[in-house]
Nanobody, 126 residues
Framework: QVQLVESGGGSVQTGGSLRLSCAAS????????LGWFRQGPGKARTWVAS????????RYADSVKGRFTISHVYANTTTYLQMESLSPADTGMYYC???????????????????WGQGTPVTVSS
């Protein structure tokens, strides 16, 4: 059983930055995939970024590529999402998720992720 707790959300103005954190506990052995998803007001939950702890390979949605950076620190089993140049389109609830199936790559569909945090809100005002 993996528990995920997000933090770091808040309100910023357009062009601002935030760093989200996802602390994992109940960690399984071996390498897993950790991802960030977001859900804007009245919108479906969409994949933002992911990192595979086995090789550190990262993937990003086109909408955040070049602005967001996902990273994972093994020492404290925490995954970060550094967000730069934020715009109102980035507003939403951000969720951390884990895929422990050890499939060797990170999927972009939420159904592949079996563990989810409670979310942390991000609001970007113009």
């Amino acid at each position: 059983q993996v528990q995920l707790v997000e933090s770091g959300g808040g309100s910023v103005q357009t062009g601002g930055s935030l760093r989200l954190s996802c602390a994992a506990s109940g960690y399984v052995f071996g390498h897993i995939c950790l991802g960030w998803f977001r859900q804007g007001p009245g919108k479906a939950r969409t994949w933002v970024a992911s990192i595979y702890t086995g090789d550190g390979v990262t993937r990003y949605a086109d909408s955040v590529k070049g602005r967001f950076t996902i990273s994972h620190v093994y020492a404290n089993t925490t995954t970060y999402l550094q967000m730069e140049s934020l715009s109102p389109a980035d507003t939403g609830m951000y969720y951390c998720a884990a895929d422990t199936s050890r499939r060797g790559f990170c999927a972009t569909l939420s159904g592949y992720y079996g563990y989810w945090g409670q979310g942390t809100p991000v609001t970007v005002s113009s």
